[in-house]
C-alpha cells in the first residue's frame, strides 16, 4: 500500500507559477514510477507528466511540454509538478499516482495503482 498526499495547489493569475508536491509513505517510494494527471468539472482524468522510479526518464502530454516539469527526490520520498505559464486552461484538480508496476511511464489512469486526494489549481485571466 502506497499513501499519497499532494500539496502546492491554490489560485494564481495566468502567466504565474506554481510548484505541486506529492508526498509518499508506506511501501518504497523508489520502486514506483510516478505520474501526475487532472481533472477539471466535467472532464476525464488528463495525463500530465510521468517520471520513472530513478528519475532518468519522463514522459509528458504535449499541452503541457516545454511549461511544467516532474522530478523526484526518492530521500525525501516526494515527486514534483513545476508549473510555469499557467492559463486558465490549466485549472484543475491535480492528482499524483504511483504506477502499478506492469507499466512504465503510461498515460492512462488504469495503468497508475494508488492515487492521492488530489490539489486545487485555479489560474484566473
Known amino acids: 500500500q502506497v499513501q499519497l498526499v499532494e500539496s502546492g495547489g491554490g489560485l494564481v493569475q495566468a502567466g504565474g507559477s506554481l510548484r505541486l508536491s506529492c508526498a509518499a509513505s508506506?511501501?518504497?517510494?523508489?520502486?514506483?514510477?510516478m505520474g501526475w494527471f487532472r481533472q477539471a468539472p466535467g472532464k476525464e482524468r488528463e495525463f500530465i507528466a510521468a517520471?520513472?522510479?530513478?528519475?532518468?526518464?519522463?514522459n509528458y502530454a504535449d499541452t503541457v511540454k516545454g511549461r511544467f516539469t516532474i522530478s523526484r527526490d526518492n530521500a525525501k520520498n516526494t515527486v514534483y509538478l513545476q508549473m510555469n505559464s499557467l492559463q486558465p486552461e490549466d485549472t484543475a484538480a491535480y492528482y499524483c499516482?504511483?504506477?502499478?508496476?506492469?507499466?512504465?511511464?503510461?498515460?492512462?489512469?488504469?495503468?497508475?495503482?494508488?492515487w492521492g486526494q488530489g490539489t486545487q489549481v485555479t489560474v484566473s485571466s
Open positions: 499516482a504511483a504506477e502499478s508496476s506492469v507499466y512504465s511511464l503510461g498515460t492512462r489512469p488504469y495503468e497508475y495503482h494508488y
Open positions: 508506506g511501501r518504497t517510494f523508489s520502486n514506483y514510477d
Open positions: 517520471i520513472s522510479w530513478s528519475g532518468g526518464r519522463t
